[in-house]
């Protein structure tokens, strides 16, 4: 290195033009640059390893034992062969049925008042901090508070308490999504709808929420993907099962209930091959169901532009 | 809801006042949204409430004590939650470490040109993908693929450096090493996605001035982007690290649950989040408001996490605005 900066020198005391304008692929400086390049290449694809590994053990483990058997039977006990994780499905479609019949409305009521209404009022400021808080909440919080407010009160671990904990992590991804979907709408639109003498209410439901539409699907969508795969608001709500939602002629809505990632969770631990091969294929069902949903919102996302 | 539409345009006109059934509809939805609207304040306060007035009992019995105490033993009701507040931390700064440098590393990569934008967006995806999968399933690659994989390595370091805090014990299967690791992979997308976002606001202007004053394409990313944009990479740290002080379900599987305070990145260990996953499902009326309590502890950290975040972030888009 000295000796190409006193060869610059040099050349800068005798002969000022002289000096080589373009860099030198050897001087020290290029090599540094390059070397951070090279160094940032290797850690993108480092990066992206624990994706694909992922991925690939999915296809390979959960893949060899997925089967009709599995997706349709109860989970099988100790030194049980076979089995599957039916009423898991059920269970996680169930509760986050639920969830989403809470989240969304309350999401979008009040993504329209922080859009519509008040955007500049002291309760809109002071929601859009609340939403931002709760988007931080760590999940395992979530299954505290649905635990104080349900578990200890009804007595029981059950699936609306379990739809109680994953509403209160998906509202924050819907209220902020959907404010911002529906402050895209251009005003142009709203002006000329209150100049035929709309009211509030009307442009909001015929002019803004239509339009704005994708947007606020595109939010739904994350959240619903994000809960279905969400576990620790799950374990003390919702508990596990080893049965059907629907069993012995009745719903069991005050009963614990199994749900596809509690499974994976509770069979990861155990010492039985049986036990583990199916929390693949569960997790395979699991990450597929999440992808699909998540692509699908990436899909209307891209259609709206 | 206009009242008959067909109507009015027989009349020629689309416009016309409401009818007093628009106005009492208008009142009502108006009234609806700002219920909405102020059940989240009512479900902020609510959480706080409940898990703070639950906590309360636990509090009272075992104040301070319990903060500094490792002992955890049900029957004799002596309770403390100093090793999993340490393991918290610890974990969450480990994989911040890890998680930090490649999502910083990552967002350079994908705003500063390296790749054709086609490509760019396949990594994009690939990342914004890395956060879409389930802790859970994380937890089960983590025991089946990541602890194998890093065994014989840390066997070998501990062997050779024992003497460093960091290898004094060796790789039992579950420990702290291999639950960063995985913590690490779910702080990366985090960073990443907030530094870009930081990154973009630095106009392009500036890069233009820096390459016209001979820089290499490096010197101009660390000498004069990075400092242009530190608020807000600064502001995706303190993130990520808040998502990695709640995350449970990676750590409840792979930490060990060990109530110990330690140095050693092999050693098993426990966090808060973990210690609620796992003793809230068979929680005694004894335990029940220390975990409250503990939930309480870790609901104060990440808050106070979040918002210094949220705090930087706003920081961060005012200086980007101004310039």
Known sequence: ?305 | MSSAPAAELQGGSVSGPPSPFDYFFDRAFRGLAYAGAASILLLLALILYEIGGKALPGIREHGVALLVSSNWDVKAGEFGILPAIWGTLYSSLLALIIGGAFGVAMAIFLTQDFLPPRLAQVFRTIVELLAAIPSVVYGLWGIFVVIPVIRPVADWLHDKLAVIPFFSTSLAGPGMLPAAMVLAIMVLPTVAAVSQDALRLVPYKVKEAAYGLGTTRWEAILKVLLPAARNGIFGALVLGFGRALGETMALAMLVGNSNQVTLSLFAPANTLAALLALNFPEAGPKEIPVLMYAALVLLAITLLVNIAGSAIMVLAGRQGGAR
Request: glycine residues 8%; contains cysteine.
């Open chain 1, 1 to 305: 290195m000295n000796a190409v900066v006193s060869r610059a020198e040099a050349a800068a005391r005798n002969e000022p033009d002289a000096l080589p304008i373009e860099r030198q692929p050897w001087e020290a400086r290029s090599l540094t640059s390059t070397f951070l390049s090279a160094l940032v290449w290797v850690m993108a694809v480092i990066a992206a390893i624990p994706l694909f590994s992922v991925l690939y053990m999915l296809a390979v483990k959960g893949g060899s034992r997925l089967s009709w058997e599995a997706l349709t039977s109860l989970p099988p006990a100790g030194f049980e062969m076979g089995g599957g994780f039916g009423n898991a499905i059920v269970g996680t479609i169930a509760m986050v049925g639920i969830a989403a019949g809470i989240s969304v409305p309350v999401g979008i009521l009040c993504a329209v008042f922080l859009s519509e209404l008040g955007p500049e009022s002291r309760t809109a400021n002071a929601v859009r901090f609340a939403a931002k808080t709760l988007t931080g909440f760590p999940s395992i919080l979530a299954g505290v508070f649905a635990y104080a407010m349900v578990v200890l009160l009804t007595g029981h671990y059950s699936a609306p308490a379990g739809g109680l904990a994953l509403a209160v992590l998906m509202v924050p991804t819907v209220i902020l999504t959907a404010e911002e979907a529906m402050r895209m709408v251009p005003k142009i639109m709203k002006d000329a709808a209150y100049g035929i003498g709309c009211t509030r209410t009307q442009v909001v439901l015929k002019v803004v929420l239509p339009t704005a539409m994708p947007g606020v699907l595109t939010g739904v969508m994350l959240a619903v993907a994000r809960a279905a795969g969400e576990t620790a608001p799950l374990l003390f709500t919702a508990l596990f099962s080893s049965y059907w939602l629907y069993h012995e002629g009745e719903w069991a809505f005050g009963q614990p209930t199994a749900s596809l990632a509690v499974l994976i969770f509770n069979f990861s631990g155990m010492p039985f091959e049986n036990q583990i091969e199916l929390a693949w294929a569960a997790s395979l069902i699991l990450v597929l169901l999440v992808l699909v949903v998540n692509l699908t919102s990436r899909f209307i996302a891209h259609r709206r532009v």
